[in-house]
């Protein structure tokens, strides 16, 4: 039986042959394409830290589809980060790229490895938004995608204003988003 899967494309850090994180992002997603049937892609959100020392964030989000079961996508994912040079390491470091699976068509999935719906799905805008643009109507936890997204940019405005202290967020495509980790 073939799932759909909600996966989050994130980069921060440039890679040797694909360029800066956005490239890095678009390759991903030309990746996944090779790799599962693509379903949807959102355009990449960009969002750049300021100072001399600040970094690039990249985000977007896919749709996919596959016969693999979610601790089997996972395996696949990391495979991908492994290919475009991610190494484990700090949670927290630059990474060449991270891949999230947010939700699947299956619904609920806990395992010690992984959770579905993502943990941080509800607070992160910079994963809602890009996902809001190809599954505005997919529902978590009761609420529609769409819905999380709105709610977040309402409720958040200290959150944004604090991002806007530390960065200067430009979107390509779409609204911005508050960089940081997927
Ligand atoms: P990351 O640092 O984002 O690559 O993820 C670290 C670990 O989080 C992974 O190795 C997974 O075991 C775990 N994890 C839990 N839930 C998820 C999820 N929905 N998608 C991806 N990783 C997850």
Redesign the pocket.
């Known amino acids: 039986m073939s799932h759909l899967y909600a996966i989050a494309i994130g980069s921060n850090r440039r890679h040797g042959r694909h360029g800066r994180p956005p490239q890095v992002v678009a390759a991903a997603i030309a990746r996944l394409d090779e790799e599962f049937g693509l379903f949807d892609a959102s355009p990449v959100i960009l969002s750049k830290a300021v100072g001399p020392a600040g970094r690039e964030f990249a985000n977007a989000a896919a749709l996919i589809e596959s016969r693999l079961d979610p601790a089997e996508m ?1 395996e696949q ?2 495979a991908i ?1 492994r290919e475009f040079g991610r190494r484990p390491g700090k ?1 927290w470091g630059p990474r060449v790229l ?5 939700l699947w068509s299956g619904g609920e999935f806990d395992s010690r ?7 941080q799905l509800e607070k992160r805008a910079f994963v809602l938004e890009p996902l809001a643009a190809v599954a505005p109507g997919w529902r978590s936890g009761g609420l529609s995608v769409r819905h999380l997204s709105e709610r977040l940019s309402r409720k958040r405005p200290a959150d944004r204003v604090k991002a806007s202290r530390t960065s200067s967020s430009r979107s390509a495509g779409r609204g911005a988003a508050r960089p940081a ?2």
């Open positions: 996972l994912l990391k980060e949670r991270d891949l999230d699976i947010l490895r992984l959770t579905i719906p993502h943990k980790r997927t």
